[in-house]
């Protein structure tokens, strides 16, 4: 019943190389995000993008990258990637950013990084 | 650093038992929100609670945000095997031009036996 979904679901790549994570919500949002779920740890929020425009980038480093052609797709570039950016990579979406609007998940991408 | 603690982390009960899990800080939040999350999915939200003290329920599924907005317990009430999952609070904080940042906390484990 969810709005997000999210493509792959699993994915396992080498270190050198290079996929992307797909994410489209069919809610009708203005806002996105990307995060990274991984053991032991809570949710780190990773990026944010509102009305296409990134207005959040949480540190993370440059072999993730990403991108939002439009209000319903979000991307997330990998390349390089090391063993410990293995996790579940989730993706959400929003009214706005603003306080107050709720969440809405998509399923996740599990990533393993050999 | 703002930090939400959940407590406990892990929880294994029977079939029709009562429990209660605590989400506990020393920051105020402007909100709460409680998700659950299953198995190879992402969190689903459960409940926003904004005002202090303020009371939800949810079918056997009761919500408190304590009087100073610091706090929030969640008491299941006769648990069943479909309550099994992991239990995420996650307090929001309105950053500048009303942008809100959640604070997320570990999630306790629930499995509900039958």
């Known amino acids: 019943e969810t709005g997000v979904t999210q493509t792959p679901r699993h994915l396992v790549m080498g270190m050198t190389n290079k996929k992307s994570l797909k994410c489209e919500q069919h809610l009708g949002h203005n806002a996105m995000y990307w995060y990274k779920q991984s053991a032991k740890k809570p949710l780190e929020l990773m990026f944010v993008y509102n009305f296409k425009e990134q207005t959040e980038n949480n540190s993370v480093p440059s072999r993730f990258s990403p991108e939002c052609p439009n209000s319903s797709h979000l991307f997330l570039h990998l390349h390089t990637l090391q063993p410990e950016d293995s996790a579940l990579y989730l993706c959400?979406?929003?009214?706005?950013?603003?306080?107050?609007?709720?969440?809405?998940f998509g399923p996740g991408t599990r990533l393993t990084v050999l | 650093t703002q930090l939400l603690e959940q407590s406990p982390q892990f929880l294994s009960i029977q079939e029709g038992e009562n429990l209660t899990v605590y989400c506990n800080s020393s920051?105020?939040?402007?909100?709460l929100q409680w998700y659950r999350q299953e198995p190879g999915e992402g969190p689903v939200l459960l409940v926003t609670v904004v005002t202090g003290g303020e009371v939800k329920k949810l079918k056997r599924l009761t919500f408190q945000f304590g009087d100073a907005r610091k706090d929030s317990s969640l008491h299941i009430t006769a648990a069943q095997p479909g309550d099994t999952g992991l239990y995420l609070c996650?307090?929001?904080?309105?950053?500048?031009?009303?942008?809100?940042?959640?604070?997320w906390g570990l999630g306790t484990s629930l499995g509900v036996n039958p």
């Open positions: 920051s105020v939040f402007s909100s």
């Open positions: 996650a307090g929001a904080r309105i950053k500048a031009g009303n942008n809100r940042k959640l604070i």
């Open positions: 959400a979406s929003s009214q706005q950013t603003s306080g107050g609007d709720t969440q809405y």
